[in-house]
C-alpha cells in the first residue's frame, strides 16, 4: 500500500484496531452479538488504512455521531457505564487526531484511480 506518511499510516492502523477490539469487547460484555457493530468498525479500520483522501473526515464524522448518540444513555447511568463514557471520549479522540493531526491528514492524500 503506497503511503504518502508512515506515521499517519501507523497512527491509522493503531486506531482501526482500537475500533475491531471495542467491538468484540462489547459484544462480550453487552451479551448481545452485535455484529453490525463488528462490520462497521472493520468497514472503517479497512477505509482508514487505505489512506484514499477525505476517508478521514467520514470516519470521523461516523465516530462522532456514534459517541453523541450514545451520549446522554451513557451519562444517565455513570456509575454503571462508565467505560461506555471513557469508550465515547475515546472515539472522539480519535476523530480529533483523524481530522487535525499532521501526519494523519498527510496519509489520507492517496487518490482512488479507477482504469
Same mark, same amino acid.
Given at each position: 500500500m503506497r503511503t504518502n506518511n508512515e506515521k499517519g499510516r501507523m497512527l491509522c492502523i493503531i486506531m482501526g484496531a482500537y475500533l475491531v477490539v471495542k467491538a468484540v469487547v462489547n459484544m462480550i460484555i453487552g451479551g448481545g452479538l452485535s455484529i453490525s457493530d463488528l462490520i462497521i468498525a472493520l468497514a472503517l479500520a479497512c477505509a482508514m488504512f487505505t489512506g484514499?483522501?477525505?476517508?478521514?473526515? $467520514? /470516519? +470521523? +464524522? !461516523? *465516530? !462522532?455521531? @456514534? /459517541? !453523541? @448518540?450514545? *451520549?446522554? /444513555?451513557? @451519562? %444517565?447511568? $455513570? %456509575? %454503571?457505564n462508565w467505560i461506555y463514557l471513557t469508550e465515547g471520549i475515546l472515539d472522539i479522540g480519535c476523530a480529533a487526531v483523524l481530522c487535525l493531526q499532521a501526519d494523519v491528514k498527510e496519509h489520507f492524500t492517496n487518490t482512488l484511480n479507477i482504469n
Open positions: 484514499i483522501k477525505y476517508v478521514n473526515y $467520514i /470516519a +470521523a +464524522a !461516523v *465516530l !462522532v455521531t @456514534i /459517541a !453523541v @448518540i450514545h *451520549l446522554p /444513555a451513557n @451519562i %444517565s447511568n $455513570i %456509575s %454503571s
